[in-house]
């Protein structure tokens, strides 16, 4: 990766393979009818590229299938267990560690052990899972990230931080409604930008000065820990992985979703510091989740959590998987297609909103992308914008997010140079015919989280 002029390559080489189809366009349209023009709801086999999300959906390596095999299924203190906390006391420095089955099962005992009705919960931005965990114990997520975070163009290389004026004031003026400040590195909800150490650092003096848990939403750590070597000045000469564990010095605790970075297909976990508050976030764990040494996971599946969670901060992993995404961001601009610059580290995100001016918000126009992103190449992608924002609990309007974005989320060690150039010309091709794109409307709309389960019919 290190020399100049050569194509972008994979630093591995494939020893599987699984076959994927492209469907008739008439086969298409057909599946995403029958799924309520909901691409949550498409068949695996009907889809060709799947961009949807980067979650469980990476390609383990061979020393993670190795620890899967010697997974032990004890049901308390297993080996597997025990390699998974010395795993996250390598990596993370956290002492403790709750196994749980995925991330929102960690935000889901955690939430149960801080946060209470009436409570305000501050993040630079909520992604879905996390404000429907903070809505269900009826409090008030507030985003307090930077200006710049909610700006689709320009070059400022944090937009993930935390506007610290704001949370200041909000510490000083609702202080005692406020149980602990999460900051989630990198911000998924606008386009995976990183958070600056320099960020976190003051984030931290914040929390220490108002005697407030600080905890990181650390699904996609590593790619944070990569950009601000990349970005941050005085940080080049670290690595990745030195960054990483200043990143979590700085934090009393983080949840995790495994099925990010650490590249398993389920698992997740709460990394804590207290023993205090372990054991009542164990309590709820055990309530929950299942015993406090596997969490609501089998053996295996902790081995193979503790091997990916080391391999996360590979340096020629990182590389690679930055470059890739970076790459389609480069074709996809290079095309006209209106994208969340800079470049985040997990995905690329379209500004649905620039691409379809001539969709209204309640239309919903990163909907219909992805609608007819799937129509054109069999290629499945994710709304973020108001279908996924919901409705406001108090009005119930629409919550209107800042950003109309369509996610292209790209899993490690998935997809090809090729495979992807397939997702930019799709793209090149909707834009240039993108005044016929149509809008949308519910048939169904579930109350929470509805970007799941929510049916639909062209306008």
């Known amino acids: 990766m290190e020399e100049q002029g050569w194509p972008l390559a994979e630093p591995y080489k494939t020893k599987m393979v699984e076959w994927i189809e492209l469907l008739p366009r008439p086969a298409r349209e057909d599946a995403i009818r029958r799924a309520g023009y909901n691409p949550f709801k498409l068949l695996a086999q009907d889809v060709y590229i799947d961009l949807l999300t980067d979650s469980g959906t990476s390609a383990m390596s061979q020393e993670q299938w190795a620890a899967l095999m010697r997974g032990d299924e004890s049901y308390a203190g297993s080996t ?24 929102r099962a960690a935000e889901h005992v955690l939430m149960q052990a801080l946060v209470d009705a009436g409570d305000l919960v501050p993040n630079n931005l909520h992604f879905d899972t996390t404000k429907a965990h903070v809505l269900a114990r009826g409090a008030t997520p507030v985003d307090v990230v930077v200006a710049e975070g909610l700006e689709p163009g320009g070059d400022f290389p944090f937009k993930g931080n935390v506007d610290v004026d704001r949370l200041g004031d909000l510490l000083r003026e609702q202080g005692e409604r406020i149980p602990l400040v999460m900051v989630t590195v990198t ?62 010095s700085l934090a009393d605790g983080c949840t995790m979703s495994a099925k990010k970075d650490p590249m398993v297909n389920i698992g997740g976990f709460v990394a804590l510091r207290s023993e205090e508050l372990y054991r009542k976030v164990r309590d709820f764990g055990i309530l929950y989740e299942g015993y406090a040494t596997y969490g609501g996971l089998a053996g295996r599946d902790l081995a193979a959590l503790a091997q990916g ?8 992993h990182l590389a690679y998987r930055t470059a890739q995404v970076a790459q389609l961001h480069q074709a996809l601009e290079a095309s006209g297609v209106p994208v969340m610059s800079p470049v985040g580290g997990h995905g690329v995100y379209v500004d649905a909103g ?106």
């Open 354 to 459: 620039r691409m379809l001016p001539h969709i209204a918000r309640d239309a919903f126009p990163a909907w219909a992308l992805s609608v007819e992103l799937y129509r054109e190449r069999g290629i499945r992608a994710v709304e973020i914008g108001t279908v996924l924002a919901g409705r406001d609990p108090k009005t119930g309007e629409h919550d209107y997010p800042a950003l109309e974005l369509l996610r292209l989320a790209i899993p490690r060690r998935v997809y090809s140079q090729a495979q992807l150039a397939q997702v930019a010309e799709a793209m090149r091709r909707i834009l240039a015919r993108r005044d016929g794109v149509e809008g949308y409307r519910f048939t169904y709309e579930p109350p929470t989280l509805r970007h799941f389960a929510a049916e639909f019919e062209p306008i």
């Open 187 to 248: 911000s998924n909800q606008n386009g995976g930008q990183p958070v600056s150490l320099q960020n976190l650092r003051e984030v931290r003096r914040l929390c220490e000065r108002h005697r407030k848990p600080l905890f990181l939403d650390a699904a996609r750590f590593a790619e944070n820990a990569y950009l601000v070597q990349q970005r941050e000045p005085g940080q080049s000469d670290r690595s990745a992985s030195e960054i990483a564990r200043e990143m979590m």
């Open 80 to 103: 597997s267990f025990q390699d998974l906390q010395a795993s996250v006391q390598d990596v993370l420095g956290f002492p403790l560690v709750l196994p749980t089955h995925q991330g």
């Open 309 to 316: 969670l080391r391999e996360s901060v590979m340096p020629q």
